[in-house]
């Protein structure tokens, strides 16, 4: 990834994430997750001929949002929508250097269970 990519998303997302978590809080577990199922398929649609967005621009499975132009607002969102719904999800969601999560005490219970089932069965902890 270069420029977009490298220097600006991540901290973009650092700021929509959250407010996107905050947006979907309310929601059902399963309609998150449909929601973020719809949401990266139609990231990950290439534009061809006659696909338009509601901006009226073709979408292109995040090349424009790595490079800049038309279609990488929209991408931009799709991503963050994405992420905010996973970050619901049980261990929250990791990219872009960010971990963003609903409940991040669950997520440390999580990490203690299973640091608890990957020790040795003399008691002797993995390093
Ligand atoms: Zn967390």
């Known amino acids: 990834m270069t420029g977009l ?14 407010l996107e ?11 998150r ?13 290439y534009g061809g001929k ?3 967005s509601a901006a009226g621009a073709r979408l292109t ?8 132009g038309k279609g990488s607002g929209e ?10 719904a996973l970050a619901h999800q049980p ?14 005490a669950e997520c440390e219970e999580a990490a203690a269970a299973a640091r608890a089932v990957l020790r040795e069965p003399e008691g002797g902890e993995r390093t």
């Not at 990519?5 to 959250?18: C, Q, S, T």
């Not at 978590?21 to 309609?31: D, H, K, L, N, S």
């Not at 991408?75 to 905010?84: D, K, P, S």
């Open 5 to 18: 990519a490298d220097e600006l998303l991540p901290e973009l997302l650092a700021l929509a994430v959250p």
């Open 21 to 31: 978590i905050e947006r979907q809080a309310g929601a059902e577990p399963q309609v």
């Open 33 to 45: 997750i449909d929601y973020a199922r719809s949401r990266w398929e139609r990231f990950q649609q």
């Open 50 to 52: 006659g696909d338009k």
């Open 61 to 68: 499975g995040g090349a424009v949002l790595v490079t800049g």
């Open 75 to 84: 991408e931009f969102t799709i991503l963050a929508q994405v992420l905010g």
């Open 91 to 104: 261990g929250g969601v990791t990219a872009f250097g960010h971990h963003w999560c609903a409940n991040h």
